[in-house]
């Protein structure tokens, strides 16, 4: 529950009025508001500056140093005031979130100072606010950077001895500075991928007449030449890819990633080429293969961080691209049917087909114009014109837009990144605060219905167990009691209602509260019990006689007043057989608390087992009904 | 001249390009529609002077400031609609959806049904709650569950009723929650309630039913300690 809300408390708890004359069982006991004080200012003096608020302001957090009794070491006895030697501006915000609930970073403020003083006030810094939230986020991963970065320089100077030589091999792939070797590497297989593009480049080039045969391009010429730099190349990008390989750390992932891919393909054109013969019918695709050997340039690409990071953008910027290509598609085939038609009429006109227009149409939009299909006929020229026109309009005008795009999406993606991962994390905090106030009921269930309970039999020694909740915790819980009560269901948390699921076959239940029980004298039986809806599986041929049969009930418990010292230790749990119901009995006239309680074996007393509708010892209840199959809510 | 089929669409179109231009230029005045003006109205509410609140509820001076003071924290404009008052009620109840009841209780506070609560409203609703005598909550109760303030409750309004505070429990309760648990409950609530069997539940029949019952009586004091 929101501290802010706080003050509606009493709202809620009055609405609880439409609740009472539907409810069948009887409502738990208000917490008693043992000392009500006035609310009062304090005045907190931060520095010689002074801030008043009201005592209840700060108890709404009662776990920071402002809202526990951790105040108290700072209390000035003379002066009656409590006195903090920290910063006053950073107190502004800190107070301020008391106030509203939220906490504010200012941007003005140094990171690490403000992180000081939240740790100081015991406020954990990720309840900031949504508002503030990524910037003190960005400025935070900012100096854990510039404080690794400088780390990382002074780690650079030492050596590192303890690294494996696998390790320390993959280092010197991936960073070439670390040493000399590594450098060394670095600039041979650059030199050695630059030789093999030229050589590949200038295979091609035609090199002059052999004397008696046409000309040749170099590659045939100096064929013997040519195939052993092409060998010595591909040596090398081998045994670069097999140590790689060795280096990795994740060999799995190494293979997957695109530069290996690369790499593959750089080199697989040359074995294949190897293995295959020199066949007729093979060569035209052995001549495709060659073409893989222009990937042999993309390897450039780990010795340039410029490429790396057009590929990244490129990689980003794939869905404006993807929409400019999908509207120029659009373009085009509009214009190339147009025209088709227009100039269907004329004769000998090369617009034979759509598809053939196709290329006039690009042709004319990109505004290349080459002249090899032009339109004749009247209407051809006016749409042709119109194409030409919107072909600088469609093509012109992104090209700006999607350069300014690169940077703004390349920002934007990574704080799309950024949002979506704090998104996770608000939800997270919010499922967690929603978690920790229904849990801190059901806690507090379990823990001050003990204490309640023990302080009616008039134990006050165990006054002190439990955590002491806050009036307002505790008003809030009776509150949630309150429902329970009317609608006669009980609040679990997430993993028991699974198990309660699970447990249409029941099973033993395995009781972690009961022990805590077993000790207490004077526990009598129930109200609102309810029985789960017998479904037709019931295995009991599992347990064969033990007296907790198949079938267990969880009961409720009351906790009776002491007027009724000669009760046994019975509880109404009960094992009950097959077609037994059991109908809750609301009657008692005493209004305690209750327990949620399973029992186990050696605490069943033996009364439990025999009668199937159980009588609820005690003068003041009723007798329950005939037992029925049906789950049903008491009927009074 | 002879214009074929499509030379004539080709005229057609450059005359409209024609005619866009000369929108352009401001030539042809286009047809515009009127802008919306739509204004924002900031509602705003003052409350009545602290005097005459003191007069016209049970609540002691020092009651109606703490009061105000919480109210105004959560409404800074003064009155609180129907989704802040759904937002406020819906932190009690991590677990469950209480917007239905909200609504209704909503209702059942904006007694003038202009669709706004002000702090007056607020603080009445409040006074008869917390103050008043059990006739009175009994009889506020009863609005509460009148949804169409027509003097007598029906079944379709107390299963609608009934529904939402079982809503507000959530999924994850034990025994788990069933269908028909609002209706079984319903049934058994006219049982008890309704006197003649005719059906609804009047204001005397539920006064005097309740009056009968040990627990609501009971349940109807734990009020006065609220605040």
Redesign the interface.
């Given at each position: 529950m929101a501290a802010g809300v706080a003050a509606w408390l009493p709202f809620a708890r009055a609405a609880a009025i439409g609740w009472m004359p539907v409810a069948n069982c009887p409502m738990p006991l208000a917490p008693a508001d043992k000392n009500k004080r006035q609310d009062e200012l304090i005045v907190l003096n931060v520095s010689g500056r002074r801030f008043q608020t009201w005592r209840t302001t700060l108890e709404r957090y009662p776990d920071t140093l402002l809202g526990s009794t951790e105040k108290e070491f700072f209390f000035n006895e003379d002066t009656k005031e409590y006195f903090f030697d920290r910063d006053p501006e950073v107190f502004r915000c800190v107070l301020n979130f008391y106030r509203t609930g939220k906490l504010h970073y200012p941007r003005y403020e140094c990171i690490s100072a403000y992180d000081d003083e939240l740790a100081f006030y015991g406020i954990l810094p990720e309840i900031i606010g949504d508002c503030c939230y990524e910037e003190y986020k960005d400025r935070k991963r900012e100096n854990a950077e510039r404080l690794m970065d400088d780390n990382d320089s002074e780690n650079n100077q030492e050596s590192v001895p303890s690294l494996s030589f696998r390790q320390t091999m993959w280092r010197a792939f991936e960073n070439p500075h670390t040493s000399t070797l590594a450098l060394v590497f670095y600039y041979v297989t650059g030199f050695f991928i630059a030789v093999s593009v030229i050589t590949n480049v200038v295979e091609t080039v035609p090199c002059g007449t052999v004397p008696g045969s046409k000309e040749l391009p170099c590659g045939e010429r100096y064929s013997v030449a040519f195939f052993c730099l092409d060998t010595a190349c591909v040596m090398i990008f081998t045994v670069e890819y097999l140590l790689r390989l060795f280096a990795a750390p994740s060999r799995y992932r190494f293979v997957r990633s695109v530069m290996s891919i690369i790499d593959v393909v750089a080199i697989m054109p040359y074995y294949i080429g190897l293995v295959m013969t020199n066949n007729e019918d093979v060569s035209g695709a052995f001549v495709t293969l060659r073409v893989f050997r222009v990937f042999r340039i993309f390897k450039f690409s780990r010795h340039s961080q410029g490429l790396r990071i057009l590929g990244y953008t490129l990689k980003s910027c794939a869905s404006e691209l993807g929409f400019l290509l999908f509207s120029l598609t659009m373009a085009i085939i509009i214009f190339a049917t147009v025209m088709f038609y227009a100039e269907k009429g004329s004769s000998a006109s090369k617009f034979t087909s759509i598809p053939a227009s196709f290329w006039y149409t690009i042709v004319t939009m990109t505004t290349l114009g080459y002249g090899d299909m032009v339109p004749k006929t009247i209407a051809g020229k006016i749409f042709g014109s119109i194409c030409s026109l919107s072909g600088v309009l469609v093509i012109a005008l992104p090209v700006p837009v999607i350069v300014s795009n690169f940077s703004r999406i390349y920002h934007q993606n990574q704080r799309a990144d950024k949002r979506r991962a704090q998104k996770k994390a608000r939800l997270a905090r919010i499922r967690v605060a929603k978690t920790g106030s229904s849990n801190a009921y059901l806690h507090s269930k379990r823990n001050g219905l003990l204490t309640e309970a023990l302080e009616l039999m008039g134990t006050p020694e165990e006054e002190h167990m439990g955590k002491s909740t806050s009036l307002i915790e505790s008003q809030h819980h009776h509150l949630l009691h309150c429902l329970e009560k009317t609608t006669n269901h009980e609040f679990i948390d997430e993993q028991m209602f699974e198990q309660n699921c699970m447990e249409s076959s029941m099973q033993n239940y395995p009781s972690t509260r009961s022990p805590s029980l077993s000790s207490h004298p004077g526990l009598t039986t129930t109200c609102c019990s309810r029985r789960s809806k017998k479904t037709t599986h019931l295995p009991n041929s599992n347990l064969p006689a033990t007296r907790l049969r198949s079938m267990q009930e969880l009961s409720t418990i009351h906790i009776q007043g002491s007027e009724q010292p000669s009760l046994t230790t019975s509880r109404s749990s009960l094992n009950l057989k097959a077609d037994d119901g059991l109908r809750p009995n609301c009657k008692t006239s005493q209004i305690t608390t209750a327990i949620i309680s399973i029992p186990t074996p050696p605490a069943l007393t033996p009364e439990g087992e025999s009668r199937p509708p159980p009588a609820s010892p005690g003068p003041n209840t009723n007798i329950p009904s005939i037992a029925s199959n049906v789950v049903k809510v008491s009927a009074l | 001249m002879n214009l074929?089929g499509?030379?004539m669409?080709?005229?057609l179109?450059?005359l409209a390009l024609f005619v866009k231009v000369l929108e352009q230029f401001g030539l042809f005045e286009p047809v515009s529609l009127e802008d919306e003006v739509s204004l924002a109205l900031m509602c705003r509410a003052r409350p009545e002077g602290l005097e005459q609140l003191q007069e016209q509820t049970k609540f002691t001076r020092?009651e109606l400031q703490?009061?105000y003071?919480?109210?105004k924290?959560?409404c800074p404009s003064g009155i609180v609609n129907e989704e802040n008052f759904k937002q406020?009620?819906s932190?009690?109840?991590?677990?469950g959806d209480s917007s239905t009841?909200a609504t209704?209780?909503f209702n059942a506070f904006d007694t003038n049904h202009d669709g706004s609560v002000s702090f007056e409203d607020?603080v009445a609703?409040?006074s008869v709650?917390?103050r008043g005598t059990i006739d009175d909550?009994?009889n506020?109760?009863f609005n509460?569950?009148d949804l169409n303030k027509d003097g007598c409750i029906t079944k379709e309004e107390?299963l609608d009723?009934?529904k939402s505070?079982?809503d507000?429990?959530?999924?994850?309760?034990?025994?788990?929650?069933?269908e028909e648990?609002p209706r079984?409950?319903v049934e058994?609530?006219f049982?008890?309630?309704d006197r003649n069997k005719d059906g609804v539940v009047t204001i005397e029949e539920?006064i005097e039913s309740?009056q009968k019952?040990e627990?609501?009586m009971?349940?109807?004091q734990?009020?006065d300690?609220?605040?």
């Open positions: - | 074929e499509l030379e669409v080709a005229v179109v450059v020092k703490v009061l003071r919480g109210f924290n959560e406020i009620y932190q009690f109840f991590p677990q009841y209704f209780l607020f609703g409040l709650i917390l909550r009994l506020w109760a509460l569950y107390m009723i009934m505070i079982y507000m429990m959530g999924k994850y309760t034990y025994p788990a929650l069933r648990a079984e409950h058994s609530f049982q008890k309630m539920f309740c019952d627990n609501i009971r349940s109807m734990l009020f300690n609220v605040i």
